[in-house]
């Protein structure tokens, strides 16, 4: 690779950084407009009462969450435009990436679909559920464009730990859909108290209710629409899985340090830990504190930030060079 196509390689892992900064400002917006009950501030899209700004809106705060949260994602179109386009103009040259920045705008273009379907449908909890997932997915797919790939060679140990890896970034995925559906169905404050659930370790819950995903259209989500019993069948689930998911992530992230031999992935091993550490931590507090929205929003964000922190390990574990295939042999270098 010459000079010339590294520094336009490294300028575009830059602007993607900036694009993962941007994705995650979005993700932290939405939480908040959820928790706001501002999912319906703007009854329709992309405007709002017909306008660019709320100045028609009858609620003009929950409006203003909402346009915010729009403008701001708005700007990180703009800058996945600029990466399609550069990346797209710069294809021969060698390390820049084409098809993870076609599969990140074609993600965009569905996140466009899934919000306009949010405030049509009525926040409806797949729908909003779904939109979740897109922002997750775009930052992390901007947030793998910007990290810059490691080349060494990896010992028999690292590449070992690879199939438990995807393991538990299957089992983070299905703890972050959890995620989602307690918040969309507003199940968050079905548990005031921790660690049991209404002063019980087994509340009456019901399960068939709570994970029911379509009913039906015109029905208006906002508030929730489940009974008391479903909610908490909802939160405690997402309870056992965050128990579930940290247990993994931290064994993990204790394993990937134990055994690497590169001091990037010894890191990312330690950065997962105290992740997940930091996501438990928010989680306990905000019912501890009764359910504040600077905690709650803080949550989310840690979500996110447990993400980024999955990805980066991911990343770390591939690295661009091959395997040793004994963790004591030296590659000549």
Known sequence: ?????????????????????????????????????????????????????????????????EMIHRYVAGTLV????????????????????????????????????????????????????????????????????????????????????????????????????LGGWTSTNYAAIACPDFPTCQRSWWPPMDFHDAFVLWRGLGVNYEGGVLANSARVAIHVTHRIGAAITGLTLIFLGLAVWARAT?????????????????????????VHFGFPLPVATLHNAGAALLLLAMVWLVRALWPAVGVVPFAHVNRPQ
């Not at 941007?22 to 501030?41: K, M, P, Q, S």
């Open 1 to 65: 690779m010459s000079v010339n196509e590294q520094q336009r390689v490294q300028l575009f892992r830059r602007l993607a950084l900036i694009g993962t900064v941007l994705a995650a400002i979005v993700v932290v917006l939405g939480a908040w407009v959820r928790l706001t009950n501002a999912g319906l501030g703007c009854p329709d899209w992309p405007g709002c009462y017909g306008h660019v700004y709320p100045t028609a809106a009858p609620a003009a705060g929950k409006a203003w969450h």
């Open 262 to 286: 590169s001091l990037r992935l010894k890191q990312a091993g330690l950065i997962l830990v105290a992740a997940v550490l930091l996501q438990i931590s928010l989680g306990i507090a905000t």
């Open 78 to 177: 703009f800058v996945i435009v600029v990466l399609l386009a550069w990346a797209v103009a710069r294809r021969k040259d060698r390390g820049q990436p084409l098809i993870p920045v076609a599969l990140l705008f074609l993600m965009v273009f569905l996140q466009a679909l899934l919000g306009a379907l949010t405030v049509t449908m009525l926040v409806t909890p797949p729908i909003v559920t779904a939109h979740l997932f897109g922002g997750l997915t775009t930052l992390s797919l901007l947030w793998w464009l910007a990290i810059t790939p490691e080349r060494r060679w990896s010992s028999a140990a690292e590449a070992g730990l690879r199939p438990f890896a995807l393991v538990a970034f299957g089992v983070l995925i299905g703890q972050i859909f």
